[in-house]
């Protein structure tokens, strides 16, 4: 009887766990819908707007820098903040930005909106994460952020390729409006389904900047950078690399991005249990050198529609299956302090974003739209020497325990 009682509690707990764990998924999953939508509008926001479509672009880079700014500020200034309550406000800034971006009538205005939208990405994302990784077993935090991982798959697979096709059709702030009023709906799970306490520890700078003390996470972080500046090279400027092929139909983009993302579901899904598996090192490296190939390939199959679906479907399986192994690695090296690590992966990711615009046009003004994967290629080739390069620096300095078998 006893062993019943034991066993019913154990199932409670863990469809629990599962329910609130959907609940970071789906924030999370509007979180980056919201950004990955711009890029398939990206026209006709433009041409909306009087602008560039560099011009539009940079409001990316305006996006990331903010939720890379904030994130860490928001972790030193807000420590005993209870994290639904930072969850919460977070989605209620995401829908307050995403209706100004709606209602925007010129570039200034836009760039307002983002940058709104980003505060509450900032005070959503890195704690939705660091949430994750606590409320299942250790044994499972590679499917546990897995789960809430599979938001930004989600958006990519479907939320995107789907805000492309509406846009198309009903103009470009439909999806927009639907996404602020679906943030501001979503703040009340978020506060309504976690109990946890405050991320704890005093708040200071050093407390704060105390992961960096090991060379291991800086380096991992910057591989992160590279690895997400290696997607949005590529994705942001998705209309223009796939514009021989696509003939400028939004249709046809929003199918291959579809297709792309719904690679990515299945990459995502994997990439947990093979992380638990076999190690984050040897799951991160696998999928970067796919990525590697994938976006190399991209740039001779520019006007063959079909060899870019085949392209852009493996790709996507790669590069979702990334991020899970890089958090894992950072988790594993500092668990004691995951919230301040997973502030400062988000910042990395955010950089990443920052800079892909940049690069993506400075390849772009050099060689055309061919030469923006083989840019991203470039960069993916970074992220992998870092990441080693990381493992390499453990070898020499063992400091902290790594959960992850291929760290041994």
């Known amino acids: 009887m006893l062993y019943g009682d034991r066993m019913t509690t154990i199932e409670q707990s863990y469809r629990g766990t599962l329910g609130r764990l959907i609940v970071l998924a789906v924030a999370t999953f509007l979180v980056g819908t919201n950004a990955f939508v711009i890029a398939g509008l990206l026209p006709r926001i433009a041409g909306s707007l009087h602008a560039t479509e560099a011009a539009v672009s940079y409001t990316v880079t305006a996006y990331a820098l903010v939720v890379a700014l904030a994130a860490p500020v928001i972790a030193v200034l807000l420590p005993r903040v209870p994290q639904r309550v930072l969850m919460a406000c977070g989605a209620l800034l995401f829908g307050a930005g995403a209706a100004i971006t709606a209602v925007a009538t010129g570039v200034e205005w836009f760039t307002v909106g983002r940058i709104v939208a980003a505060l509450g990405g900032a005070a959503l994302v890195p704690t939705a994460t660091a949430v994750a990784a606590q409320v299942g077993p250790a044994e499972r935090r590679g499917r546990s952020l897995a789960i809430v991982g599979a938001g930004f798959t989600l958006a990519t697979a479907l939320g995107a390729p789907l805000g492309t096709a509406l846009g198309s059709s009903a103009g470009w702030r439909a999806p927009l409006w639907i996404l602020a009023v679906a943030g501001l709906v979503w703040a009340v799970p978020l506060f309504t389904a976690f109990r946890l306490p405050s991320r704890g520890g005093t708040g200071s700078l050093r407390a704060r900047f105390a992961p960096l003390a090991d060379t291991r996470v800086v380096l991992t972080l910057g591989a992160v950078v590279l690895t997400v500046a290696a997607f949005n090279i590529v994705y942001i400027f998705s209309a223009a690399v796939s514009a021989p092929a696509t003939g400028g139909s939004g249709v046809q983009l929003a199918t291959l991005l579809l297709v792309y993302g719904a690679a990515g579901v299945v990459g995502n899904a994997l990439a947990g249990s093979i992380t638990d598996r076999l190690g984050s090192r040897t799951a991160a490296v696998v999928a970067l050198a796919v990525q590697l190939v994938c976006l190399i390939a991209i740039a001779p199959l520019e006007g063959s529609y079909a060899g870019l679906i085949v392209a852009f479907a493996v790709w996507g399986a790669a590069a979702f299956a990334i991020t899970i192994p890089i958090q894992h690695r950072l988790v594993s090296l500092a668990p004691e302090s995951a919230g301040f690590t997973m502030s400062w992966f988000s910042t990395a990711m955010y950089l990443g974003i920052a800079i892909a615009p940049p690069l993506g046009n400075a390849a ?45």
Do not use: N
């Open 364 to 408: 772009d003004a050099v060689g055309g739209a061919v030469l923006i994967p083989i840019a991203g290629a470039i960069a993916t080739a970074g992220a992998i020497t870092l990441f080693l390069w990381a493992y390499r620096r453990g070898a020499a300095r063992p400091a902290l325990p790594d959960v992850s078998r291929s760290a041994a």
